[in-house]
């Protein structure tokens, strides 16, 4: 478990709740405590913020850690790819926002040369195995974010879960004391 590093692992665009497309204010809210989040890991000693390269929740994480590092906070950003060409058959954009991210990581971790029937199984492990923290937006839907936050809880690593309704009311009750997350 290295304390500084931290990694997210969230959902696909399509796998977020309804009412949170990009754009609308409950996703930007969630943008909000991500930002808050980051923060908060980074004043508790994390500096390198992994992220899994997937379209959604990893990317728009990575663009967080971007933004502040634009602002001057010293943090990085690392990106572990499955394999290289894992962004070839996405939409455009998010492709683009994949190269963006990519060119501004500060280290790159490709896990296979080529795609492989346990790639992403495998990148997910490699998050964990990697950092001392968790930040997701996980919501209790299957797939490969319950994967990846099941395997950092058994692993006793803490998780900040941006779908948790108690963590909302927590920042609430946090900021209602004049504090900042």
Not at 14 to 19: Q, V
Not at 82 to 102: C, I
Not at 157 to 167: E, S, W
């Amino acid at each position: 478990m290295n304390s500084s590093v931290c990694c997210f692992s969230g959902y696909r665009p399509e796998k977020m709740p309804a009412d949170m497309p990009e754009g609308s204010p409950a996703f930007c809210e969630m943008q909000q405590r991500l930002r808050r989040a980051i923060l908060r890991t980074s004043d508790g000693g994390c500096r390198h913020f992994l992220c899994g390269m997937s379209r959604g929740f990893d990317i728009w994480a990575a663009e967080a850690v971007l933004g502040l590092m634009r602002e001057g906070f010293h943090i990085d950003l690392w990106a572990a790819i499955a394999f290289p060409g894992m962004q070839e058959y996405w939409e455009p954009e998010w492709k683009q926002r994949y190269h963006a991210v990519l060119a501004q990581a500060d280290r790159v971790f490709p896990l296979y040369s080529r795609y492989q029937p346990d790639c992403y199984t495998a990148r997910d492990r490699f998050l964990v195995e990697q950092s001392g923290t968790c930040i997701c937006f996980f919501d209790g839907t299957p797939g490969g974010t319950a994967y990846t936050v099941g395997l950092a809880r058994r692993r006793g690593l803490p998780v900040i879960n941006l779908a948790d309704p108690q963590l909302s009311l927590f920042e609430t009750n946090f900021a209602a004391k004049g504090s900042t997350l």
